[in-house]
């Protein structure tokens, strides 16, 4: 019996080392692919895109046009702030009162509790419409800039731009892209369009 325990323990570190063996084998070769592409390294350029953004003449306009935006926002929360404080005043007004009305408190105090309800989904219904027309307005500047840099990037012979003030890459040749052939490695193929009139019913006289 013991004599078995010590093959199979045998057995187990020769298979420990024939699998390192092969990993170390695995790594050589993956090392040595890398070696020509080291000799043939793509250009990489960078900037500080935030930058330039706020330094396009049509940020300065769109800037305007977001506090004119934002400003009509606010003023909706303000509405129900003076609402608010408004019914504050009168439930302490009704307070100080030597026989204090209880069933116009509790009311006062029930439309105070749905105002700051109210009051709060407002201010994240005004946060979200903020950041949705920011992206309206910034959305055609940054297009317009990313462009300038696939041009510039293309003329100096870059392959990549690298964004500095994010650490995003904004631009990449498109040769470049393994993409299609990583799915083609894994064994993924590519869904069928959807056909947007397949299953609709068809309409006409004959029907």
């Known amino acids: 019996m013991k004599w078995v325990l010590l093959k199979q323990k045998k057995n187990q570190t020769n298979n420990i080392l024939k699998m390192k063996k092969s990993i170390l084998t695995v790594a050589f070769l ?13 250009m990489v350029g960078h900037l500080n895109f935030q930058e330039i953004i ?25 509405e129900i702030e003076t609402e608010y404080l408004a019914n504050q005043k009168k439930m302490d007004d009704e307070s100080k009162k030597p026989a204090p009305n209880q ?11 749905l105002m700051q309800q109210n009051y709060q989904e407002m201010q994240q219904s005004v946060q ?26 293309k003329e100096k012979g870059y392959s990549h731009v690298i964004d500095n003030s994010m ?24 869904k069928p369009a959807v056909n947007p009139a397949a299953g609709k019913p068809k309409t006409g006289a004959g029907n």
């Open 30 to 42: 993956l090392l040595c692919s890398l070696i020509p592409s080291v000799s043939n390294a793509q």
């Open 54 to 78: 706020q330094l396009m003449p049509e940020y300065e306009t769109a800037s305007k046009e977001y506090d004119i935006y934002k400003m009509s926002l606010e003023d909706q929360l303000k």
């Open 103 to 113: 069933t116009r408190m509790k009311l006062l105090a029930q439309q105070m509790e």
């Open 128 to 153: 979200d419409s903020l950041n949705i027309k920011m992206g309206e307005l910034v959305e055609p500047i940054k297009t317009k800039v990313t462009n300038a840099v696939a041009e510039v990037a």
């Open 167 to 190: 650490g995003t890459l904004i631009y990449a040749d498109a040769k470049h892209d393994v993409t299609a052939a990583v799915k083609t490695k894994l064994g993924i193929k590519e």
